[in-house]
């Protein structure tokens, strides 16, 4: 998968799974070359997410949640994973 594709497949698995008011997936690979979690080819990515789907969800719950969502991306294409998620309803 292109750099392009993981972002993609990360933000559409996201609006999946919590319909947020706010996404943003950054791609922060390139902050992390010549790391030894970058050699295998697998990104390092920070997410902003806002989301109803969180509310009564304590902020471990709402990474777990997200963690979910990534699924196998988390093995195949996701080495670190970064998350700022709170609640944020329509409005």
Do not use: N
């Not at 990515?45 to 509310?55: N, Q, T």
């Amino acid at each position: 998968m292109t750099p392009e594709q993981r972002t993609q497949e990360i933000e559409t698995r996201l609006q999946s799974a919590f319909a947020p008011t706010e996404l943003q997936v950054i791609d922060e690979s390139h902050k992390h070359v010549g790391h030894a979690g970058a050699k295998d080819g697998r990104g390092h990515f920070h997410v902003i997410i806002a989301s109803s789907a969180f509310d009564g969800l304590s902020p471990i719950a709402r990474h777990r949640a997200i963690y979910d969502a990534m699924g196998d991306l988390m093995k195949t294409d996701i080495h670190a994973l970064s998350i700022d998620a709170r609640v944020g309803g329509q409005g």
